[in-house]
């Protein structure tokens, strides 16, 4: 299960929490765009993924035995 930002409900048919099937943050995402067309550009512009409570490093990252998965808006420092 993926937990969306509010605003990306209206993409997902009103739905805040949409199931995925992936094993890393790439096919995550990649799943995402498949199966919600609209969400590609917010996805290709960039966000984070929470595994866990953790962001995730990299795309290669895995989601497969992850108890929350959260994408959210991208975090920058400053």
């Known amino acids: 299960m993926v937990n ?7 993409f ?3 739905e805040t ?3 995925v099937e992936a094993a890393t943050v790439a096919g995550l ?7 919600y067309p609209g969400l590609a550009p917010i996805l290709d512009a960039g966000v984070s993924v929470v595994i866990d409570g953790e962001v995730a ?3 290669h990252a895995s989601v497969a035995d992850a108890g929350e998965v959260f ?8």
């Open 12 to 14: 997902t048919g009103g």
């Open 71 to 78: 994408l959210m808006q991208r975090m920058k420092g400053g």
């Open 4 to 10: 969306l930002w509010s605003s990306l409900s209206r």
């Open 17 to 19: 929490a949409v199931e």
């Open 29 to 35: 995402l990649d799943g995402l765009k498949a199966a």
């Open 57 to 59: 490093t990299g795309r």
